[in-house]
């Protein structure tokens, strides 16, 4: 339930520290534009940074969440005026049958407990020909890096056959389907995530914490040392961990485990039941 997302530390994080640019998940449908310039949805929309770029190209675009912690971080952060707390049956209750071109579910599936009566809700808000967007967790990624894809957080794992056949048993079919793999800086991050307390010596949280002392009197000025210190920091993390990072990814590449995520653009069926 929402409150569970409110006081988990990962969400909490990012909604006191929202992603401002699109994940590579949104970029995939950035790439296709599918209906551009027509009504989007984008459930579970976070804090909102995929609907704002969504705004951006030129889509007519609408968030909910029940996160309302997430909600408040969209309206402030990112100035979304359509960005609602809501649940999916809340959604249909607000917008009505057929109310847009486009649905978007990024991270959401995996998530649910009963995914298909969720997705039947969903394709109620599109009409046939609608086009609906999903990514979720690429389940064959090895488990020491997916700590936090299970259970309370993550119920189901997917991969290229699971999702198709979730498409089409609800009456989508498949337009586009890609894996997304993993990168280098993502190891480099993960290195740090396992490795940093060892070598990390506050140098950002030590900047920011003088600089909040004297914030008021010069922000352009902390803010730019708070730049320097990231850049800094991050530049340790590659000097330490880029060799590491990249002997792990050519041997995930090698076992054809370096899937990261999944993305699927489906469109909707003509006499989908969906539609009641």
Same mark, same amino acid.
């Given at each position: 339930?929402?409150?569970?997302?409110?006081?988990?530390?990962?969400?909490?994080?990012?909604?006191?520290?929202?992603?401002?640019?699109?994940?590579?998940?949104?970029?995939?449908?950035?790439?296709?534009?599918?209906?551009?310039?027509?009504?989007?949805?984008?459930?579970?929309?976070?804090?909102?940074?995929?609907?704002?770029?969504?705004?951006?190209?030129?889509?007519?675009?609408?968030?909910?969440?029940?996160?309302?912690?997430?909600?408040?971080?969209?309206?402030?952060?990112?100035?979304?005026?359509?960005?609602?707390?809501?649940?999916?049956?809340?959604?249909?209750?607000?917008?009505?049958?057929?109310?847009?071109?486009?649905?978007?579910l990024f991270e959401v599936l995996e998530h649910l407990d009963a995914p298909g009566p969720f997705f039947e809700e969903a394709a109620f808000l599109l009409p046939a020909g609608g086009y609906l967007a999903v990514s979720v967790p690429y389940r064959n990624l090895?488990?020491?890096?997916?700590?936090?894809?299970?259970?309370?957080?993550?119920?189901?794992?997917?991969? %290229?056959?699971?999702?198709?056949?979730?498409? %089409?048993q609800h009456s989508f079919s498949i337009v586009r389907m890609r894996v997304i793999h993993l990168t280098l800086p993502y190891l480099v991050t993960k290195c740090h995530f396992w490795f940093g307390r060892f070598t990390s010596v506050g140098l950002v949280a030590?900047?920011?914490?003088?600089?909040?002392?004297?914030?008021?009197?010069?922000?352009?000025?902390?803010?730019?040392?708070?730049?320097?210190?990231?850049?800094?920091?991050?530049?340790?993390?590659?000097?330490?961990?880029?060799?590491?990072?990249?002997?792990?990814?050519?041997?995930?590449?090698?076992?054809?485990?370096?899937?990261?995520?999944?993305?699927?653009?489906?469109?909707?069926?003509?006499?989908?039941?969906?539609?009641?």
């Amino acid at each position: 339930g929402s409150e569970w997302y409110e006081r988990d530390e990962r969400y909490s994080f990012r909604n006191e520290n929202p992603l401002r640019r699109p994940e590579r998940n949104h970029r995939e449908f950035l790439h296709d534009l599918p209906a551009r310039g027509g009504k989007l949805l984008d459930i579970g929309m976070g804090t909102g940074n995929f609907l704002a770029s969504a705004l951006r190209a030129g889509y007519d675009g609408y968030g909910i969440d029940f996160d309302r912690d997430a909600v408040r971080a969209a309206r402030e952060v990112f100035g979304l005026k359509n960005a609602y707390v809501a649940d999916i049956r809340g959604a249909r209750e607000r917008f009505g049958g057929g109310a847009f071109d486009i649905l978007t579910l990024f991270e959401v599936l995996e998530h649910l407990d009963a995914p298909g009566p969720f997705f039947e809700e969903a394709a109620f808000l599109l009409p046939a020909g609608g086009y609906l967007a999903v990514s979720v967790p690429y389940r064959n990624l090895p488990d020491f890096l997916r700590v936090h894809d299970k259970p309370p957080r993550h119920f189901t794992r997917w991969d %290229e056959r699971s999702l198709r056949r979730f498409f %089409e048993q609800h009456s989508f079919s498949i337009v586009r389907m890609r894996v997304i793999h993993l990168t280098l800086p993502y190891l480099v991050t993960k290195c740090h995530f396992w490795f940093g307390r060892f070598t990390s010596v506050g140098l950002v949280a030590r900047v920011a914490r003088e600089g909040g002392r004297g914030a008021r009197n010069d922000v352009r000025r902390v803010k730019f040392r708070i730049r320097v210190a990231s850049f800094l920091a991050r530049a340790k993390d590659y000097i330490l961990f880029s060799i590491p990072a990249a002997l792990l990814l050519l041997a995930l590449v090698v076992t054809r485990r370096n899937g990261l995520g999944l993305y699927a653009l489906g469109k909707k069926e003509a006499g989908s039941g969906a539609t009641a």
